[in-house]
């Protein structure tokens, strides 16, 4: 069955709202085609495999850095065989738009912030809760306990084949303003991911919370379109968020990390040999890549520090309980669409 999945996608939704829908249509649209864009299914010798793999953040960030490991990795185990096009900083599509365009076989690969499934699973809301994870060693055990991963897979059936779960970092927020306290917060606009469990964290601290593409936020702030948010050390440092944020606060509060995932009927249509290739490579690229991740955004950290435009804010350990009183709320708002024994896993994983 032949079809125009851009005309189909493009012209059917309407921008935002649409996304759930045409990406469990797509879904069911190409398992009826009984095979994905970009695979064969035949093996023939001397067919090419192209993966493209579009992805927001800067080439520098943990994701940037592994995303191009994947792919010189990938193409010297299978020279002329396979070719993976990594296109960073949001150049191709935005992430929203990524999940769209994997469902539908217009691209092979993604690495989309797990805090932006939460249209398709609850399960990976367990890593938007605040302070729930103290650091990346936490998150990695949960990640590799019994628990943490049998979701890797958990939508493989709605078109999403996870891979791996990558690391970027934990969480700092910044602001116009010193935020020492959760009272800080209070009446500021903050970016956020599209994520219910975020959207409720910022009201916890009394904060206005906007869904927004990563890409849009740089000038969001700069224009005061928003006020504040919420990222990481490297995403701050790569985006240039700290030029237009004259604080920042160290509060490790949450995590991102991504869900690397392919379309499984392409995957499917693979050759075996190429197919189980790119899973030692991308078993490869993971451990490589998560063993770095910390490290990038100390140095990001340092660098912000560095350039003197913005302060960067340690908290004592009575500020630090506050924030985490504020915003523990949450934990009790979403145990019940989580499963609380996802989160007793995560708990039970901290050092
Ligand atoms: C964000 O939207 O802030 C992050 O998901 C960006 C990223 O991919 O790290």
């Not at 915003?327 to 609380?340: A, K, L």
């Amino acid at each position: 069955m032949k079809f125009d999945s851009t005309i189909l996608s493009r012209t059917l939704f309407a921008r935002g709202a649409r996304r759930l829908t045409a990406v469990v249509l797509a879904a069911v649209i190409i398992a009826g085609c009984g095979g994905g864009a970009g695979g064969g299914g035949q093996a023939a010798e001397d067919q090419v495999y192209l993966i493209k793999f579009p992805h927001v953040t800067a080439p520098g960030t943990p994701k940037g850095q592994a995303a191009e490991r994947f792919k010189q990795l990938a193409e010297e185990r299978f020279p002329g065989r396979v070719v993976v096009e990594v296109y960073p900083s949001s150049q191709l599509m935005n992430d929203d738009d990524s999940l769209e365009a994997l469902a539908f076989g217009e691209i092979q690969m993604i690495a989309v912030s797990l805090s932006k499934f939460d249209r398709l699973t609850h399960s990976y809301q367990v890593f938007d809760l605040p302070f729930l994870f103290p650091n990346l060693e936490a998150v990695e055990a949960f990640q590799a306990s019994e628990a943490g991963r049998a979701t890797l897979t958990e939508i493989a059936d709605r078109g999403f084949l996870g891979l791996a779960f990558w690391h970027n970092g934990m969480k700092q927020l910044s602001g116009p303003r010193e935020l020492r306290l959760p009272e800080d917060a209070d009446g500021l606009k903050f970016r956020i991911m599209e994520s219910d469990v975020l959207q409720a964290q910022v009201l916890q601290i009394g904060g206005s919370p906007q869904k927004m593409a990563y890409g849009e936020v740089y000038q969001a702030l700069q224009t005061g379109a928003i006020d504040a948010q919420e990222n990481t050390w490297s995403n701050i440092y790569s985006s240039k968020f700290y030029e237009v944020q004259p604080y920042m606060t160290a509060s490790n509060h949450g995590y991102i990390g991504y869900l690397v995932a392919v379309n499984p009927q392409f995957w499917q249509s693979l050759p075996d040999d190429i197919r189980t290739g790119l899973e030692e490579v991308m078993a490869d690229v993971t451990a490589w890549g998560n063993a770095r991740s910390a490290e990038i955004n100390q140095q990001a950290r340092a660098k912000i520090a560095e350039s003197g435009r913005s302060e960067i804010l340690d908290l004592s350990p009575a500020e630090l309980a506050a924030w985490q009183e504020a915003m523990r709320p949450v934990w009790d708002q979403f145990s019940g669409d989580i499963g609380t024994d996802l989160i007793d896993a995560a708990i039970a994983s901290r050092p």
